[in-house]
């Protein structure tokens, strides 16, 4: 196994390992050429005081038989579980009787996955047993209040221990408010409530943290509230937001049911969304709002206007493409800039001012006095605009093309104002620009747009060879088939540079080398087949993509001129555009090329940049690819693992609360469970969330973080487990296992 496979597997093991230390299974590996089978994990306090062999158990299944471990009853069920394995059956599973050293009995439920050899054989098999013993009543307790507390102890700022039957307060640690004259839970409820700033969360809060709510969420099965607010305490140092977590428990002698309550810094958390949903939000050149965070803002303003007179310009720059092609993209970007700086100057803080993308803004007014009103701010865009700028003796000219709609006149929605300020805008840049249109009926009729050389000019700097990159940016993203796409978008480069043959190579996962995956030939080239194309090794691939410069481009303008049997090309070829495909860290990861038949070629600057973007891009979406595939072959052996657990198990997204997997178990439980839906319609069967959620207990600043909780379902008592675990997509989620304690609660 080469060293990328074995990263590979490394990542895919990784998220085993965690799971199956966050559960309750034994795990033993059985070797199919030895018959050996010996205890590799263990998490069963029976199994860790018995005296099993040192070295595992030798002829299996018979010697479990002969040392007694396993009873003579379960025999059948075992041999048929072994056989299976055999045959390479990859899923089966069985129920057994064993005895521990103390002559004591147990039932194990018996799974297995089968472990292949670097050749796609079966070498052995991971057995996974779970005891289904319950457990006893004081290990239930001492394990709940330990995850009750432990996960709660990251930036912590009070807490609080409290009796809710008595309406006593035992403990006031902390100084996120003054707890002197506080004797009773019901003063640290309104001292805590008081501390809210706004009414909406007061109100909520008394709803939520009476005693009498609490008592009430904890007899219907629920152990924790959690409310977070924004808290700011009286000596105006600390945390504007917190959260607070009250965690209960059933006292075992008097019945009485008693809190610890927590208050927790939420500060770091927040500011970090807070910051994500502006970067999110922003366009990172001018610092308006982007095209995806104006559009439902200016669709809610009008929803709002209740017919009140609103209006919408569309602004696009005039003779831009100039301002780029005579001093670069770096100029261009500033010059952007100050028009955006131009803009908020002109209009108020409520005003929406967003860029489309481009050289296009767009303006939203709302509740604007008068239609004059509306048109003396156009004047002002237009002279705002307007500006000569010199470098070196260059000089080139700009200005501004603005187009008008008034809501409700020309429409109540966003699209219909955004059509007709956009034909507004239009007709001003193809009558002369510098100046502004305000949308009429039949505007297109009345006055036809003309292919004057202003308009020729204006079509092609939006054309597909001035705008590659992006087109091809696009198509990528927009892609059903990404592999598909990444041919066409082959077909279209070797196009636009002319040449003759296209190809690409990648490195083969599976065999360990890189090679050829995709050849295109243009029409009317006779195609050479890929008999040509020899194999490369890894050590063979570092040399070569020493070749490539460090903006990822290696251009060989007369093949025939070179002494050098590694470079990869097709015989007869003239010339070649070669560029690497890199991950963000830089590591190439293969490469396309483009070849020219006919002569040798000389690539110009121009064409050198375009190639280098268009590398990028390729290159990201090829890794992303890379990425998904592993991503997915990852996910389907975790889901085999947890299809063969005995205990209901499942994975969410703890703040969407949809249901990312559901095993075996939880599907025959609830029949209608799938993936996507939310977890508490799929499995509980409600309309809302469920009012204590082990998710929403786990501390999102601790990845060790656990959490328990015990809850009646279709009048069983059900103990639910939760710890984080990292999903093959990168994301983190909740996962979740539950099983049946009700005969424990009846002792």
Not at 458 to 482: C, G, T, W
């Amino acid at each position: 196994m080469n060293h990328k496979q074995a990263d590979a597997q490394a990542e895919i093991d990784a998220p085993f390992n965690q799971m199956l230390r966050q559960t309750s299974t034994d795990v033993w590996f059985f070797d199919f050429r030895t018959t050996n089978l010996k205890l590799a994990l263990c998490h069963s306090e029976w199994l860790k005081l018995g005296e099993l062999p040192e070295n595992g158990f030798e002829n299996v299944p018979e010697s479990l038989f002969e040392t007694g471990f396993v009873v003579e009853a379960s025999r059948a069920p075992l041999w048929a579980l072994f056989r299976s394995m055999r045959d390479n059956i990859e899923n089966d599973s069985c129920a057994i009787q064993v005895v521990d050293r103390k002559g004591r009995a147990h039932w194990l439920h018996v799974s297995y996955m089968l472990v292949f050899d670097a050749h796609g054989k079966p070498e052995g098999a991971f057995v996974l047993t779970q005891t289904t013993d319950a457990r006893k009543d004081i290990e239930l307790t001492l394990v709940r209040l330990h995850n009750l507390t432990c996960h709660m102890r990251s930036g912590r700022l009070a807490s609080f221990e409290a009796n809710l039957t008595t309406d006593e307060l035992f403990v006031c640690e902390g100084n996120w408010l003054d707890a002197s004259g506080l004797s009773s839970y019901s003063d640290l409820e309104d001292a805590i409530t008081r501390r809210m700033r706004c009414i909406e969360q007061r109100a909520r809060g008394l709803r939520k943290l009476s005693s009498a709510a609490l008592v009430r969420v904890f007899n219907e099965g629920g152990q924790d509230v959690r409310l977070e607010f924004n808290g700011k305490p009286t000596n105006s140092e600390g945390s504007e937001w917190v959260s607070l977590s009250v965690f209960m428990s059933k006292a075992q002698v008097s019945g009485e049911i008693c809190a610890l309550i927590y208050v927790n810094d939420m500060d770091p958390r927040r500011r970090a969304e807070l910051e994500l949903q502006q970067k999110a939000e922003s366009d990172p050149l001018t610092g308006l709002y982007n095209r995806s965070a104006i559009v439902p803002r200016i669709s809610k303003a009008l929803a709002k206007s209740k017919g009140a007179l609103c209006a919408m310009y569309m602004i696009d720059l005039d003779d831009f493409k100039g301002i780029n092609d005579t001093f670069g993209h770096m100029y261009g970007d500033a010059v952007l800039s100050e028009m955006a700086s131009h803009l908020q100057r002109i209009f108020r803080r409520t005003d929406l001012i967003g860029r489309m993308g481009g050289d296009e803004f767009i303006v939203f007014l709302a509740d604007i006095p008068s239609e004059e009103f509306a048109m003396q701010r156009a004047e002002l865009i237009c002279s705002s605009m307007q500006a000569t700028h010199m470098l070196q003796g260059e000089e080139r000219a700009i200005s501004g093309s603005v187009g008008l709609a008034y809501a409700p006149q020309h429409g109540t929605t966003f699209d219909e104002l955004y059509a007709h300020s956009d034909d507004a805008m239009y007709h001003a840049k193809n009558h002369g620009k510098n100046k502004y249109c305000v949308y009429r009926q039949g505007l297109d009729k009345q006055a036809p747009m003309m292919m004057t050389a202003t308009g020729i000019e204006y079509y092609l700097s939006k054309s597909f060879r001035e705008n590659m990159p992006e087109y091809v940016f696009q198509i990528l993203y927009h892609a059903d088939d990404l592999q598909l796409a990444i041919e066409a978008v082959l077909q279209l480069f070797a196009k636009h540079y002319d040449t003759q043959h296209a190809f690409t190579y990648e490195f083969d996962h599976d065999l360990g080398v890189y090679r050829l995956k995709s050849d295109w030939y243009a029409p009317g080239t006779e195609p050479i087949g890929g008999s040509w194309a020899r194999e490369m090794t890894e050590p063979e691939f570092e040399a070569y993509q020493a070749r490539f410069a460090t903006d990822g481009i290696y251009h060989v303008a007369d093949i025939h001129g070179m002494e050098d049997d590694a470079f990869v090309a097709t015989p007869g070829a003239r010339a070649a555009l070669q560029g690497a495909f890199r991950s963000k860290d830089g590591e190439c990861f293969g490469f396309f090329s483009l070849e020219e038949y006919r002569d040798s070629r000389v690539l110009t600057s121009d064409e050198h940049d375009t190639l280098k973007s268009l590398t990028e891009i390729i290159g990201t979406f090829m890794q992303a690819k890379s990425n998904q595939a592993r991503s997915e072959r990852q996910s389907a052996t975790l889901r085999a693992v947890m299809d063969s657990m005995m205990d209901a198990v499942y994975v969410i997204d703890p703040v969407e609360k949809v249901l990312v997997f559901a095993n075996r178990v939880v599907e025959q439980l609830a029949p209608d469970v799938e993936p996507g839906k939310k977890c508490y319609e799929a499995i509980m069967h409600q309309d809302g969330p469920c009012a204590v959620c082990v998710g929403d207990m786990l501390d999102p600043m601790n990845l060790e973080s656990t959490a328990r909780q015990e809850y009646l379902f279709k009048g069983r008592w059900m103990q639910t487990d939760a710890n984080w675990i990292e999903w093959p997509n990168g994301k983190r989620y909740a996962l979740i296992s539950s099983h049946d304690v009700t005969d424990l609660k009846n002792q």
